[in-house]
């Protein structure tokens, strides 16, 4: 059973930083792809960053350069670095795993633009002006 638990949410100011935390259980967890997700209240939720199967990143336009998603296979986590945090950034952020197949084209995952089939309970971001 896929288990995703996100943490590092929290209050900042704009201009500040925070890393986000995504432990992964119950899966093999190099065989999926993984990314995150956030949605803002009264918005739908939206890809932000990406890793595919091959370790290759895509990063929304909104955020691109200003956030570094990574992965550790050992210790089974998925990070988000966010630096120069804006008030639009507000929103909860979804750690999201799915399995990566042929079926999802030449990277073997859904990509950005696709909701992927399992999510954790979120972690709230709060950017103040």
């Known amino acids: 059973q896929v288990q995703l638990v996100e943490s590092g949410g929290g209050s900042v100011q704009a201009g500040g930083s925070l890393t986000l935390s995504c432990a992964a259980s119950g899966y093999t967890y190099s065989s999926y792809c993984m990314g995150w997700f956030r949605q803002a209240p009264g918005k739908e939720r939206e890809g932000v960053a990406v890793i595919d199967y091959y370790g290759v990143t895509t990063y929304a336009d909104s955020v691109k350069g200003r956030v570094t998603i990574s992965k550790d296979n050992a210790k089974n986590t998925l990070y988000l670095q966010m630096n120069s945090l804006k008030p639009e950034d507000t929103a909860m952020y979804y750690c999201?795993?799915?399995?990566?197949?042929?079926?999802?084209?030449?990277?073997?995952?859904?990509?950005?633009?696709?909701?992927?089939?399992?999510w954790g309970q979120g972690t709230q971001v709060t950017v103040s002006s």
């Open positions: 999201e795993a799915e399995l990566a197949r042929p079926a999802w084209g030449s990277t073997w995952c859904p990509g950005l633009r696709t909701r992927h089939s399992y």
